[in-house]
C-alpha cells in the first residue's frame, strides 16, 4: 500500500510538471505507437479498467488514442527487443572448439555474473543466473538508450523501476518459500529461539516484515532517481551547449548506467543470499565442489 501511494504521488507530481512545462513533441518512436495501436488499447481498456477502478474506488478516464500508450512503456519494449536480438546475435551458432568472438563475450559476462553470485549466496548462487543476468541485460540496455538521440530510458520512468523493483522483491520471497518451505519464516524473526523467541519473537517478526516490504521501494527509488537526474543533467547541458558533442554527459551517462546497474543486481543478490538454507551452505552441489571450496 505504502508503495502503491508513493507511486500514485509520484504520478501525479509528473502530471502537473508535464502540465505547467513547456509542451515537447513527442519521440517519433512513441507517436508511431500511438498512431498504430492507441486505439487497440484505448478499446481493450474501455473494457478491462473500469471494473478494476471501481474496485478500488476510482473512477477511470479514458485516455486519447494519441496517449494511450506511455512513453516508457514503448522504449521498454525497445528495451527488451534489443537484449532478445543481441543476445541472439552474439551468441551465433555456439562452438566449444571455435566460438565466435560475440560467444566468447557472452561467456564473459556469465562468468563475471556467476563470480558475483558465487561470491555473495554461495554454491547456491549460480542457480540465480538466469534472473540476475536478465536484469542485468534489461536495465543496462534501458539505462544506455537514453543516450542515444530520438529515445529515452525506460528506467527514468517510476513506473517501470518500480516493476523492477516489485518484481526482483517477489522473486526472492518465493525463492524462499520454495528453497525452505515454511522455515524460510524462522528467517523474518532474527535466529531467535527459546524463550527470547517468545519474548520478542512477534515484535521482530513484524520489523522484519516492515523492512522487507519497504526494500522494492527502495530498489526502484534509487534506480529512478539517479537515471531521472542523469537525464535531467544531460537536456540542461545540451540545452546550454547545443554547439558542442556533449562528451562529458555521454560519459557519465555511460558511467551512471553502469553503476546503478550493479548497485540494482548486487542488492537483489543479498536479498536472495537470505533465501538460501543456512544450514545446508556447507552441501556441495553436483559440479561446485571448487566453489564450495573457496568459501
Known amino acids: 500500500m505504502t508503495f502503491a501511494l508513493l507511486l500514485q504521488h509520484a504520478s501525479e507530481a509528473a502530471g502537473e510538471h508535464a502540465e505547467t512545462a513547456p509542451h515537447a513533441s513527442e519521440p517519433f518512436l512513441v507517436e508511431q505507437a500511438n498512431h498504430l495501436l492507441g486505439p487497440i488499447v484505448v478499446a481493450a481498456e474501455r473494457v478491462l479498467m473500469p471494473p478494476i477502478f471501481k474496485l478500488f474506488g476510482g473512477q477511470w478516464r479514458e485516455p486519447s488514442p494519441n496517449e494511450a500508450i506511455p512513453e516508457q512503456v514503448v522504449f521498454a519494449v525497445v528495451a527488451f527487443v534489443i537484449c532478445l536480438a543481441g543476445a541472439r546475435l552474439l551468441r551465433g551458432k555456439l562452438s566449444v572448439d571455435r566460438p565466435s568472438k560475440g560467444q566468447q563475450l557472452l561467456e564473459v559476462v556469465v562468468e563475471q555474473i556467476r563470480g558475483l553470485l558465487d561470491q555473495v549466496i554461495g554454491p547456491y548462487g549460480r542457480r540465480y543466473v538466469p534472473v540476475i543476468g536478465a536484469f542485468a541485460t534489461f536495465i543496462l540496455i534501458s539505462n544506455l538508450l537514453g543516450l542515444i538521440p530520438g529515445l529515452e530510458s525506460p528506467t527514468s520512468s517510476i ?35 527459546g524463550a527470547m523467541l517468545i519474548a520478542i519473537g512477534p515484535l521482530i517478526f513484524v520489523v522484519e516484515i516492515l523492512s522487507n516490504c519497504v526494500r522494492p521501494v527502495t530498489l526502484s527509488l534509487r534506480l529512478f532517481v539517479n537515471m531521472f537526474a542523469d537525464h535531467q543533467i544531460g537536456s540542461a547541458f545540451l540545452g546550454m551547449v547545443p554547439q558542442l558533442v556533449p562528451i562529458f554527459t555521454i560519459v557519465l551517462g555511460v558511467f551512471v548506467s553502469f553503476v546503478q546497474t550493479f548497485i540494482f543486481i548486487m542488492l537483489s543478490m543479498v536479498y536472495l543470499s537470505e533465501t538460501v538454507p543456512h544450514d545446508d551452505h556447507d552441501v556441495e552441489e553436483p559440479g561446485h565442489e571448487a566453489v564450495a571450496e573457496a568459501h
Open 159 to 193: 513506473n517501470v523501476t518500480g516493476a523492477l523493483g516489485i518484481t526482483s522483491f517477489l522473486y526472492y520471497i518465493v525463492s524462499g518459500f520454495r528453497q525452505q518451505g515454511i522455515k524460510y519464516l524462522k528467517h523474518f524473526t532474527g535466529g531467535l529461539s
